[in-house]
Every structure is written in structure tokens, then in C-alpha cells.
């Protein structure tokens, strides 16, 4: 894969918004083929960085580069090479799905001939062809994000910049937008796929970014990445009363990395699973009542609190 | 440039098409205002619209007295009730409808200016229908001064008898100072281009500046920009159909307000394009501004609307320029809307031609050219930034 030359690059970009610092010298690369995934809790900085790669925003320091150049300064060009899907949906409510395709098709430079073929295609990746002629208004919420894809992904273009594509949609229209982004890719195109859900970061991206409070703080394939938290497996504990100060004295290695007192639940990291028995059995000295556990394998959220010592649901 | 400008004028086409409130507030809007305005303003216009009723009381009962009343119950217009009591007059002049004035013509006033001196008759107005008031007061202005010179030449008549001729009754004929052949304007000239101008500013403001802060809102402007398409591309397209639309309306208003209301289109009506190519260019610059300057969608509405009104109101929409003060008259030179009554004035009333409206459409054009340039850089450097 890295000896694709990227078709996308950020070189030590940073952006403040007045006095606050929202990306601090950020270098990211993406190649054709291939799904990014810039993971990372709200307001770390993913919308910043892509309206920077889409060219919305300039950043203080630093440039990015597309196929190896920098783009003019006109944005002429830019509309065959980047595609957009922001995380609020950017589509006409008056207009059919086919109408609000059609627009973005003859914008981004396709001809009459090229925007029919392309827009007939793009509905039917997404599955509304059926519904090509009803207005946006009228669909679900899933729906509506099916066409915000489709209408980014009409003219193909080689890089796909995805902004939290899956917020408040249904589990079904998800599946539906994961296939299709992959399949996408696997077509040969480059995509940045932002989001907050690793579990999505982790089914369909070959490479994750993670980024806390404007800073890019791992970077590199899933198991790379994961393997930052020190392959260290964890517990969750669901229980009965309140847990004694004095709770994981003694147990080496055990660390409480999470813990809500109104929902009883506790989340603890361990250096390997037989630690489990120890940890029940030093629950139960303390008389605390565990009801439920779960034990986990190391994943994408574990080295982001492993590396941040916070979860990726945590507001900044 | 040319691309995104056509592509963005089709799609704010389709957009116009699927809003039936567009469509109220361009057409239906305009048409029920013009109506209500015309028929109730009309005797602005036209003397002999409206019919008064005027109570006199004559406590003369002498030779100028009765001339009067004879002369007054000539009047066009004007219906002459006498009553014997002051009070009863000054009381209908309170509570009667088309009273506005009512006449006392006391004691000793035929003597008095048979000896010479200056009697003064006595007029009731009610404040509230000043405009009214105003128009009557004027005409008994002008039938004392008849009655005065007659009973002046009466007494004359009788010391000089063997004198030089005296002159008889003076009066006056109205003429129009342009190529008119209508002393009396229909009210409908003046208000279908005035509430059409009117209407066509707020349509502009709300329709382009509302509709980039939808743009805005619904996350399609971001998208077009990614899409390369230069950003004053997209901003003309917009103008450009609104500004098609603006053409549109007025023309439409101008064909109902010929087939309802009877409005003079003047020598040439295609000549009426001329005045309405200026107002909408200059309108359509003038929503850009709006956008630029509004801080939020809803912001929008008071903003757009006052611009609207307060340049509506300045430039003569309403009413005649001349019922301004100085200050506003001079404030008034730097309103499209005023330059573009003056060419519409110029064509329907004053039955100018068409080269009549060319310095109207240069300084229209001038001013709407200015709001361009302003809307443009800041709605642009807005979003760059």
C-alpha cells in the first residue's frame, strides 16, 4: 500500500479559531484504495481538518497537497478530484432526490449526457432509484443520508472526504452507507472517513488516525494502532451498591480506566485474562454485589484512553 | 464563471417553482395592496373621486352670502346642507362620514365687504381628515375671491356709474404641463408601479438573502464551493434569476393593472421594460447586501423589510416626492426607487418617450452597481473567512 504515491496529503497543517488552537501541526497522507479513519472525540479537531483538505478553510501553518500539488488558489479543478459529504446534510428539501443529484452532477463539471449516466448510477449504489422522483423532504433520516452520499460520490471522484456519515442514522441505512463506502474504495478510490464510532473505524478503514485536541496522536493500521494500549484486555463489571475506596488495592496491573456511579458500572484493565478470578474474588471480600461482566479484547477505544487516559465519548 | 452562473440560475428556477409562497408574495401580494391603495388614495390624484358633504349655516342671509351657497352648489362633487344652528354644525364636522369641514358665514359679512373691511368666514375641520379638509378649504379659498370681486364691482357699479368698465369674474382653467391630455391622474399610475417596486425590494431582499442563508443552513453551499465553482459564479446565478423574476413580476402587474384598474401604459409600453431593468438589477444588488450585512436567518426579515419600506417610502412609492421634506427629498437622489418612479411617472403620466427614461436608468443602474460591489466583497471575504 505505501508505495501508492498518496493522492492527498496534509504537511504540518494548524488552525486556531481565535485564541483556541483547533489543529496543532496535523500530517496526514491517503492512497487510492484505501479508507482512513480520522477517530476521534467531538471537537478534536476531524471537521477542521477535513473542510481544510477540502479546501474551505486555510490553514495558519502548513498546505496540503493533491496529486502532489498544491491546489490553485481559484479551487478550478478541485471539483473532478474531491468529493464531500458533510456531517450535516447538504441537499436542496424542495427538490427530488433526482433534481438534487443532477445539480451537484452538472456543478462539479459533468455534461448533460455524463450528469444523467452518472446520476441514475449514484441512485442506484444507494438504493433510491425507486425514489428518484420524490422530494428529499419526504424521505427518512436514513434515506437523506444515502442521498448526501450519492449526491458526493456522483462524479466519482478519487477522494472521498466523509464527515461523521452515519450520525443519527438507523442501524439499517448504516449497514447500507458502510457497504457502499467500501465498495467504493475497493473501486480504487481515496477516502477519509471521520468519525467518533470506532466500531465503524474498526469494520470498514485500513488505516486509522486517531486525533485528540487538534493533535494526530497514533497513526497507522488497526492492529498497529491497538497495540499502543498494550494488548491489554478488560473487564466491564455492572454491580450492586457503591464500590469502597480501597476496591483493586493489591491487584497489580489492575487499572480502573471508567466508572458511572448512576448506572453501577465499572471498566477496568488488566495485564492478562486470568486476572479476572482475582478481581471477582476481591469484589466479593469487599462485599460489593457484582450482578454482570463482559470481558473484552483490546480495540481502537482502549489505545485511545491507553494514549489520552480519556474515552472517545468523552466531550472535550 | 458563465457555467456556474447558468447552472445556478436553473436550479434557483426550479427552487422558485416548488415555493408557493413566492409566488403569493411576488403576484398575489402586490395586486390586493395596489387595489386597496388605489381605491381608497384616489382623490390624492383626482379631485372629483370623492363626494363631500358640506353644512353651511348662512347668518348673512345678504347678497355675497347667497352667492356663495348658489356657487358652492355648483361644485362638483360637493353637496351643500343648510342648517340654521353653529353647533350642529361643528358637531356633524365630529361625527358625520365625508364631513370634513362645515361653513359659517356670519352676520354682516355681505355689508362688510360692501363698506370695505375684511370679514372672515368661519370653517370647522376636523384634524383627523386633514388631507380632505385641505382640498376643500382650497376651493372655498377660490370661490371668496370670486365673491369678493363681484360684490366689490356690485358697489363700485353703484358710486361710479358713468367709470371705466370693471372686470368681470376671474377664474382659472387647469391644463397639464406635460403631453398628457388627463388633468386627472388615475391613482392606479401612480400605485401599480409604486407598490410593484415596492414588492419587487422586498421579493429581492427576502429572496436572495433568505435563500443564501438557506444555502447556508442547508449545507449545499459548502458542498458547491468544494465543488470548485468560483463563489461569485454562484452569487450571480442567483442574482441573475432573481432578476429575471423581478422583470417578470412588474410586467405581470403592469398587465393586470391595465386589465382591472385601467392604467395608462403611456406611448410605448415596451418602453416600461427600461425602468423595471434598472429597479430589478439595483434590488437584486441591494438583497446581496442585506446578506452580506445580516448576522442570522432571522435577522433577515426586520432587516430586509425595513431597507425595504424606508427606500420604498423615500423614493416616491407611496406617495408624490414632493410631499417630503428638503432633507428627505435630497436623501431621496440615492434611491434606485426614486429614479425609477421618476422614468415610470415620465412614461405613464407625463406621456414622455422612451429616451425620456435613459438618465433615470443610468443613475439606477449607477446605484444598483455600487450595491453589487459591496454585496459581492463582503459576502465573499465573509465566506473566506
Not at chain 1, 471477582?280 to 491507553?306: C, E, G, I, K, Q
Not at chain 2, 356709474?161 to 388633468?183: I, N
Not at chain 2, 439606477?364 to 452597481?369: H, R
Amino acid at each position: 500500500m505505501s508505495a501508492v504515491l498518496p493522492i492527498l496529503e496534509a504537511i504540518e497543517i494548524s488552525k486556531s479559531y481565535r485564541s483556541r488552537l483547533a489543529l496543532d501541526n496535523v500530517s496526514l497522507a491517503v492512497r487510492p484504495g484505501e479508507i482512513a479513519a480520522l477517530l476521534g472525540p467531538n471537537g478534536a479537531g476531524k471537521t477542521t481538518t477535513l473542510s481544510i483538505l477540502a479546501t474551505l478553510l486555510r490553514p495558519d501553518r502548513g498546505r496540503i497537497l493533491i496529486n502532489g500539488k498544491p491546489p490553485k488558489s481559484d479551487r478550478s479543478g478541485l471539483g473532478h478530484m474531491l468529493g464531500l459529504v458533510p456531517q450535516s446534510l447538504a441537499l436542496y428539501p424542495a427538490l427530488s432526490a433526482a433534481q438534487n443529484v443532477w445539480h451537484f452532477a452538472r456543478m462539479q463539471g459533468l455534461s448533460r449526457d455524463a450528469a444523467r449516466e452518472h446520476c441514475a448510477r449514484a441512485l442506484t449504489e444507494v438504493g433510491l432509484s425507486d425514489r428518484a422522483d420524490d422530494p428529499m423532504h419526504s424521505f427518512s433520516g436514513g434515506m437523506k443520508r444515502l442521498l448526501n452520499l450519492a449526491c458526493g460520490i456522483v462524479h466519482r471522484p478519487p477522494v472521498l472526504l466523509l464527515d461523521e456519515p452515519t450520525v443519527g442514522v438507523d442501524h439499517q441505512s448504516r449497514e447500507q452507507l458502510l457497504t457502499r463506502i467500501r465498495s467504493y474504495a475497493d473501486a480504487g478510490a481515496a477516502v477519509i472517513y471521520s468519525t467518533h464510532y470506532m466500531e465503524e473505524a474498526e469494520r470498514i478503514c485500513d488505516r486509522v488516525l486517531l486525533i485528540d485536541r487538534g493533535k494526530l496522536i497514533a497513526e497507522g493500521n488497526l492492529e498497529k494502532v491497538i497495540s499502543l494500549a498494550g494488548n491489554r484486555p478488560r473487564i466491564e463489571l455492572t454491580f450492586r451498591g457503591d464500590l469502597p475506596e480501597e476496591r483493586f488495592a493489591g491487584l497489580a496491573g489492575v487499572r480502573e480506566i471508567g466508572s458511572t456511579r448512576s448506572e453501577s458500572k465499572a471498566i477496568l484493565q488488566m495485564t492478562a485474562f486470568n486476572q479476572v478470578a482475582d478481581v471477582l474474588h476481591n469484589l466479593r471480600t469487599l462485599n460489593v454485589n457484582v450482578v454482570d461482566f463482559s470481558l473484552h479484547s483490546p480495540n481502537l477505544s482502549d489505545a485511545f484512553v491507553a494514549l489520552t487516559g480519556r474515552t472517545l465519548r468523552d466531550q472535550v | 464563471m458563465l457555467r456556474t452562473i447558468w447552472l445556478t440560475t436553473q436550479n434557483e428556477a426550479r427552487l422558485l417553482i416548488k415555493d408557493p409562497t413566492v409566488l403569493f408574495m411576488l403576484l398575489l401580494a402586490p395586486v390586493v395592496i395596489i387595489a386597496v391603495a388605489g381605491y381608497s388614495l384616489g382623490t390624492l390624484y383626482n379631485s372629483a373621486a370623492n363626494s363631500f358633504r358640506l353644512p353651511v349655516v348662512d347668518l348673512d342671509h345678504g347678497d355675497a352670502a347667497e352667492a356663495m351657497i348658489r356657487a358652492l352648489r355648483r361644485e362638483k362633487g360637493v353637496s351643500v346642507e343648510l342648517l340654521e344652528d353653529s353647533n350642529a354644525a361643528r358637531s356633524l364636522v365630529n361625527l358625520r362620514d365625508r364631513t370634513p369641514v362645515a361653513l359659517v358665514i356670519p352676520a354682516g359679512t355681505s355689508s362688510g365687504i360692501a363698506a370695505g373691511i375684511q370679514p372672515r368666514l368661519i370653517v370647522f375641520v376636523d384634524p383627523v381628515r386633514r388631507v380632505e379638509a385641505n382640498a376643500l378649504e382650497l376651493r372655498l379659498d377660490d370661490l371668496c375671491r370670486r365673491v369678493t370681486e363681484k360684490a366689490r364691482a356690485a358697489a363700485q357699479g353703484q358710486l361710479e356709474s358713468f367709470g371705466p368698465k370693471l372686470p368681470g369674474d376671474l377664474a382659472f382653467v387647469e391644463q397639464t404641463a406635460g403631453d398628457s391630455e388627463r388633468a386627472n391622474v388615475n391613482a392606479f399610475d401612480q400605485y401599480v408601479p409604486g407598490f410593484g417596486v415596492t414588492f419587487l425590494l422586498i421579493g429581492m431582499m427576502l429572496g436572495i438573502a433568505l435563500t443564501l442563508f438557506d444555502e447556508r443552513d442547508w449545507g449545499t453551499l459548502k458542498r458547491l464551493r468544494v465543488s470548485g465553482a468560483p463563489l461569485s459564479g454562484l452569487l450571480l446565478g442567483k442574482l441573475f434569476a432573481r432578476f429575471i423574476v423581478g422583470i417578470v413580476q412588474m410586467a405581470i402587474l403592469f398587465a393586470v393593472g391595465r386589465a382591472l384598474f385601467g392604467i395608462a401604459l403611456g406611448r410605448n409600453p415596451a418602453a416600461l421594460l427600461i425602468p423595471t431593468i434598472g429597479i430589478s438589477f439595483a434590488a437584486a444588488a441591494l438583497g446581496l447586501v442585506v446578506a452580506s450585512i445580516a448576522t442570522a436567518h432571522d435577522s433577515v426579515m426586520p432587516l430586509g423589510v425595513t431597507i425595504s419600506m424606508a427606500m420604498a417610502a423615500i423614493g416616491g412609492c407611496w406617495w408624490p416626492l414632493d410631499f417630503e421634506p428638503g432633507w428627505m427629498r435630497v436623501l431621496a437622489r440615492w434611491m434606485p426607487t426614486t429614479w425609477t418612479m421618476q422614468a415610470f411617472n415620465d412614461l405613464m403620466i407625463r406621456h414622455q418617450p422612451a429616451s425620456a427614461t435613459l438618465a433615470p436608468l443610468a443613475a439606477t443602474i449607477g446605484i444598483g452597481a455600487i450595491f453589487l460591489c459591496i454585496g459581492l466583497i463582503r459576502f465573499v471575504s465573509m465566506e473566506d473567512s
